[in-house]
């Protein structure tokens, strides 16, 4: 079926190396992204999104890209740091409601100091 | 309030039980949410409220789980009989408007059913 989903379960970087989460989505007609991280025993928390009318779109330290040609999402995380270390999880908008997402597996990211 | 909140954090129930998860959403948000977490995946779409109106339950998994938010604020999800494969994390989202992702997420109530 559908979904929305993660190449790598997990990342391991060290403190200041540049981190890079990948995406892969299979419904073509998804037209917008979310990129959330989620901390251990707390809810998800958002990082940035971009619509499908673009290509990139950059946050503090972070940035997202989109490829609507192979339908494929990153976010790189700039200057990674210990306090980053978090499952991140891509998520796809569907229905009528922005908030009705689907959420991809997930890639837990650790940062070593 | 500052943020989100959800009560009880964790909740054990017997298989049959019903239980009843409550949601405190950030205050003047009109939009809110509930989604279900199982241990190592990502969250999963429940339900979706405008004010009072319930416009989507397609995620619903059965007719045990039923949600309300009668006066546009709080919101309960109530499941009733549960069973085991009830068990998961079960958060609230809320959100200003209604044409963003962006969510603001609880920290869930965490449901072990025995």
């Known amino acids: 079926g559908e979904s929305v989903g993660l190449h790598l379960p997990t990342l391991s970087v060290q403190e200041g190396d540049n981190s890079i989460i990948n995406c892969a989505y299979s419904?073509?007609?998804?037209?917008?992204f979310i990129w959330y991280k989620q901390e251990s025993g707390k809810g998800p928390q958002f990082i940035i999104d971009i619509r499908s009318n673009m290509d990139k779109r950059q946050g503090q330290r972070v940035t997202v890209l989109l490829n609507k040609t192979v339908k494929h999402l990153s976010l790189q995380i700039a200057a990674t740091q210990p306090g980053d270390s978090a499952v991140y999880f891509c998520a796809e908008n569907r229905g009528t409601s922005y908030g009705k997402l689907t959420f991809g597996q997930g890639t837990i990211l650790t940062v070593h100091p | 309030g500052a943020g989100v909140s959800q009560s009880p954090r964790y909740k054990v129930a017997k298989r049959g039980q019903d239980v009843a998860l409550r949601c405190d959403p950030i205050?003047?948000?009109?939009?809110l949410f509930w989604y279900q977490q199982a241990l190592g995946q990502g969250p999963e779409f429940l339900t979706y409220?405008?004010?009072?109106?319930?416009?989507?339950k397609s995620g619903l998994p059965s007719d045990r789980f039923f949600a309300e938010r009668p006066e546009g604020s709080v919101s309960t999800l109530k499941i009733q009989r549960t069973q085991q494969e009830d068990s998961a994390v079960y958060l609230c989202?809320?959100?200003?408007?209604?044409?963003?992702?962006?969510?603001?997420f609880g920290e869930g109530s965490r449901l072990t059913v025995l």
């Open positions: 205050s003047g948000h009109v939009s």
């Open positions: 989202a809320s959100s200003r408007q209604t044409n963003t992702g962006e969510l603001f």
């Open positions: 409220f405008q004010n009072e109106a319930q416009l989507d």
């Open positions: 419904n073509s007609a998804s037209d917008y």
